[in-house]
């Protein structure tokens, strides 16, 4: 992600007006950004580096964590090697260098998004978006507690929208449920018969029928079958399309497809999302 090692490195752009700056194959794996003015206008060309996540697997408080790979600010360096749980790997604060939070970050990586955008670098912007995002869920101070929440699991559900593997892994898990959830619960043991019903007068005339149906029966005996794994297979991919199978369900197999119609999408959606925001020129 960061590059080849650049021959020109830079400490530092705090207090630079940089609305007509232009960096050219710098290293800005330490480079300080917070306090400069006009970020979204500087011009980065050939090959500027930034530092990156750890790599491997680390361990915090008993379990391994992996980080996906990005660009990163030194700064959010200093910052997570400052936390109680860092895990192995961040850079600490330079000496003299005053610590700076989340609230100060996400305008940083918001600029430095927009400069990557406005060079028609979309790809390269989306390392400072997924930063952007970090730091806002993680900012205490300037971001609501609900607004957190809903940033958490976007987080966790598709990395921002830029992990697109995260999102396929949460659709496999969802699909599997659901068809676990099926044959369990949802199918009958059989398909509802049609039944014709009618009176036949006592001269004979005119006979009406009611075509009718079966409530479905909730499955007894063994549920775990090849033909009830096709059945929910069935309902599950339609469901992911957000369409019926128009299958016989249970009361509960009713409500597992509504959720499963409901869910299923959304998760389908965020992985094309992640693709699209990975590729897009």
Same mark, same amino acid.
């Given at each position: 992600?960061?590059?080849?090692?650049?021959?020109?490195?830079?400490?530092?752009?705090?207090?630079?007006?940089?609305?007509?700056?232009?960096?050219?194959?710098?290293?800005?794996?330490?480079?300080?950004?917070?306090?400069?003015?006009?970020?979204?206008?500087?011009?980065?060309? %050939?090959?500027?580096?930034?530092?990156?996540?750890? *790599? /491997?697997?680390?361990? =915090? @408080?008993?379990?391994? $964590?992996?980080?996906?790979?990005?660009?990163?600010?030194?700064?959010?360096?200093?910052?997570?090697?400052?936390?109680?749980?860092?895990?192995?790997?961040?850079?600490?604060?330079?000496?003299?260098?005053?610590?700076?939070?989340?609230?100060?970050?996400?305008?940083?990586?918001?600029?430095?998004?927009?400069?990557?955008?406005?060079?028609?670098?979309?790809?390269?912007?989306?390392?400072?978006?997924?930063?952007?995002?970090?730091?806002?869920?993680?900012?205490?101070?300037?971001?609501?507690?609900?607004?957190? %929440?809903?940033?958490?699991?976007?987080?966790?559900? *598709? /990395?921002?929208?830029? =992990? @697109?593997?995260?999102? $396929?892994?949460?659709?496999?898990?969802?699909?599997?449920?659901?068809?676990?959830?099926?044959?369990?619960?949802?199918?009958?043991?059989?398909?509802?018969?049609?039944?014709?019903?009618?009176?036949?007068?006592?001269?004979?005339?005119?006979?009406?029928?009611?075509?009718?149906?079966?409530?479905?029966?909730?499955?007894?005996?063994?549920?775990?079958?090849?033909?009830?794994?096709?059945?929910?297979?069935?309902?599950?991919?339609?469901?992911?399309?957000?369409?019926?199978?128009?299958?016989?369900?249970?009361?509960?197999?009713?409500?597992?497809?509504?959720?499963?119609?409901?869910?299923?999408?959304?998760?389908?959606?965020?992985?094309?999302?992640?693709?699209?925001?990975?590729?897009?020129?």
């Amino acid at each position: 992600m960061s590059g080849a090692p650049a021959a020109v490195r830079m400490a530092s752009l705090r207090g630079v007006d940089a609305a007509h700056l232009v960096l050219a194959d710098v290293d800005l794996s330490g480079c300080l950004f917070t306090g400069t003015v006009h970020l979204d206008q500087v011009r980065l060309e %050939g090959t500027c580096s930034f530092a990156t996540v750890p *790599s /491997g697997t680390r361990w =915090r @408080a008993g379990h391994p $964590v992996r980080f996906t790979e990005r660009r990163t600010l030194g700064e959010e360096h200093h910052w997570r090697a400052r936390q109680p749980a860092a895990v192995p790997g961040w850079n600490a604060t330079a000496s003299g260098v005053g610590p700076v939070g989340p609230a100060q970050l996400a305008p940083v990586y918001r600029a430095l998004r927009k400069a990557f955008e406005d060079g028609k670098n979309e790809p390269g912007a989306a390392d400072f978006y997924y930063g952007e995002m970090e730091m806002r869920r993680h900012d205490r101070t300037g971001t609501s507690r609900a607004e957190r %929440g809903l940033l958490h699991s976007y987080w966790m559900l *598709s /990395g921002y929208g830029l =992990r @697109a593997s995260r999102a $396929v892994g949460w659709l496999a898990a969802a699909m599997l449920a659901t068809i676990v959830l099926l044959m369990g619960f949802g199918l009958p043991n059989s398909d509802p018969k049609q039944e014709a019903t009618g009176t036949v007068p006592a001269g004979g005339g005119k006979v009406t029928f009611e075509i009718g149906k079966d409530d479905a029966h909730n499955p007894t005996g063994n549920r775990f079958t090849g033909e009830r794994f096709e059945k929910a297979l069935n309902v599950t991919l339609n469901s992911v399309v957000f369409r019926s199978a128009d299958q016989d369900l249970t009361t509960a197999g009713t409500y597992i497809e509504m959720t499963s119609r409901l869910t299923e999408p959304v998760l389908l959606g965020l992985a094309v999302l992640a693709v699209r925001n990975r590729v897009k020129r």
